[in-house]
């Protein structure tokens, strides 16, 4: 069973562009959602993480937008480049610290 | 260098074998864990310690056994390894509800 649904599977955009990722959830016992970005080869690194009292925030050019009654959430990179290019988790946490992943969005920024 | 760090990074071996991965960190981390990143890249949690204590163990076959020897290492040992055990495994630890931060991976080849 799917905790977090995640999608598309792969996405590809031009440089500049704004590849928005998405993730839905049920549990609503889940208090934290983070994102990770992952290289090829390379472990996931948290890229940024929301709890469900805000409904958006930002770090550098990627944003969580998250609507808490639709059980969703988004990761949106602004000014997209190619080294953005890389598979991106959602991933739903509760505090126990049991962390379930989406099925990881593969990005590909083209020059 | 501060992170999470396991050894080894590949391991090739023949099924019936018996294995073991290393994992240790020094952030200083209360919790450690286990997943697994199958083919697909579906990333699943096996085990979680903290403190040296199973806190969680989902459903993994009992030829896969976990040994934390202090706060700091968590181990991974496989028994019998099969041609579905091929995957990566990642370590990654957290502070007690904290966001897990992640290993690099051991790439496992059962032939």
């Known amino acids: 069973q799917q905790q977090v649904k995640q999608s598309p599977q792969s996405l590809i955009v031009q440089k500049g562009g704004i590849p928005i990722i998405n993730c839905a959830y049920e549990n609503t016992a889940f208090d934290y959602f983070p994102w990770y970005q992952q290289f090829p080869g390379k472990g996931p690194a948290l890229l940024i993480a929301i709890r469900p009292d805000v409904s958006e925030k930002k770090e550098g050019r990627f944003t969580i937008s998250f609507n808490k009654s639709a059980k969703q959430f988004s990761l949106h990179i602004m000014d997209s480049q190619p080294g953005d290019s890389a598979t991106y988790f959602c991933?739903?946490?509760?505090?126990?610290?049991?962390?379930?992943f989406g099925t990881g969005t593969r990005l590909t920024v083209i020059p | 260098d501060t992170a999470v760090s396991q050894t080894p990074k590949y391991l090739v071996t023949q099924m019936g074998n018996d294995k073991s991965i290393k994992c240790e960190q020094n952030?200083?981390?209360?919790?450690m864990y286990w997943y697994k990143q199958d083919s697909k890249k579906f990333l699943k949690i096996m085990f979680s310690?903290?403190?040296?204590?199973?806190?969680i163990n989902e459903t993994v076959p009992n030829r896969f056994s976990p040994k934390s020897p202090d706060k700091a290492h968590l181990n991974l040992h496989i028994n019998s390894l099969e041609l579905g055990d091929s995957a990566v495994y990642f370590c990654?630890?957290?502070?007690?509800?904290?966001?897990?931060?992640f290993g690099q991976g051991t790439r496992l080849t059962v032939v």
């Open positions: 990654a630890s957290s502070q007690r509800d904290g966001i897990p931060f």
């Open positions: 310690y903290n403190n040296k204590e199973l806190i």
């Open positions: 991933a739903s946490q509760t505090g126990a610290n049991n962390l379930f």
């Open positions: 952030l200083g981390h209360d919790t």
